[in-house]
């Protein structure tokens, strides 16, 4: 048994493990880990509490994937239900033959299948520093009115800090029987347009997952994952024979291939079927935690560096 999640999974994986070594499955594991953090007010890129985009809405993305059958369900720019993962999850589970449903459809899916919801996702704490940051766009200080009409284009440039404003969480479990599932959950880029939607939810960019192989999921500027289809490629990797370390190191570098300004940083979490598990990031000082059934708490470890050249608004950025 063996559970990897990017470090902001700490809150939750130890009562992930706790639910494998009680016989609980992979799925299982990755949804109660995932929870915890989306309960967590304190991590703001993540389910209750996140930061909201440019109008002062949280919108949910999350994806869940079964490494037995490929089965696999997501929602995105969910709102009011905070507990993404488990609506994700139940998209896959229901009598429903779709994999991702967004916005009102995924509100509608969540409300019929009696999914908690929240009245306010978001602390005042949040909403205010959403006010400061929308106030700092304008040489008065003041808020911009936000109407349906408003154009926002210039707004989300000037919010635009992709270093700052990224978070998600990630958990890969293989279980006491060799099943591997992976779940991704974000609120997404902070500050984003109304409607964009990350690499979180979309099966083959940031998350994947199949028992034959492996599995692999994603933080950073999903823009980019989806683009390279990054975790799908580091799965397809492992299938064509490459190690691990070689799987990961591969489709972190596919990503320079991707030209155009907006090129921001990428980490990834993986794991083969034998139980190695590997963490990478675009730049130095990332880590991930792993948990082994006859470990009593987690250890973190650093993430090993493929460098992506990053380009922001026509410049070189660190
Ligand atoms: N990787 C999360 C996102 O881009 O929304």
Not at 159 to 187: C, M, Q, W, Y
Not at 192 to 211: T, V
């Amino acid at each position: 048994m063996l559970i990897i999640a990017s470090s902001n999974g700490a809150i939750g994986i130890e009562a992930a493990m706790r639910a494998l070594l009680k016989g609980g499955s992979a799925l299982d594991a990755v949804e109660i880990g995932i929870r915890l953090v989306e309960a967590n007010p304190d991590e703001h890129s993540v389910g209750y509490n996140g930061y909201p985009n440019i109008v002062g809405e949280l919108e949910l993305d999350a994806s869940i994937m079964d490494g037995r059958s490929l089965n696999s369900g997501a929602v995105a720019l969910m709102r009011g239900f905070p507990y993404a993962i488990s609506v994700a999850r139940q998209v896959m589970e229901r009598e429903l033959p779709h994999v991702l449903l967004a916005g009102q459809g995924a509100e509608r899916f969540a409300r019929e299948i009696g999914a908690e919801q929240r009245e306010e996702t978001l602390t005042e704490e949040i909403r205010a520093v959403w006010r400061k940051r929308l106030a700092s766009t304008k040489e008065s200080g003041d808020i911009p009115d936000l109407t349906d009409e408003t154009p926002l284009l210039d707004l989300v440039k000037l919010t635009t800090d992709p270093e700052r404003v990224l978070g998600t969480v990630n958990f890969i479990a293989i279980d006491s029987v060799g099943d591997i599932a992976s779940g991704v959950s974000t609120s997404g880029w902070a500050w984003k347009y109304p409607g964009r939607i990350g690499d979180s939810p979309i099966i083959g960019a940031g998350n994947f997952a199949d028992n034959r192989y492996g599995a692999c999921a994603c933080t950073g500027m999903g823009e980019m994952a989806i683009r390279a289809g990054t975790a799908r490629s580091l799965v397809l990797y492992l299938k064509m024979g490459l190690s691990l370390q070689e799987a990961a190191r591969r489709a972190m570098e596919d990503l320079r291939d991707l030209a155009g300004d907006y090129i921001g940083g990428m980490n990834l979490i993986a794991l083969n079927k034998d139980g190695q598990r590997i963490g990478l990031s675009s730049r130095a000082g990332g880590s991930y935690i792993y948990q082994t059934g006859d470990m009593d708490s987690y250890q973190e470890c650093e993430r090993e560096v493929v460098t992506i050249p990053m380009r922001w608004g026509g410049e070189a950025r660190e």
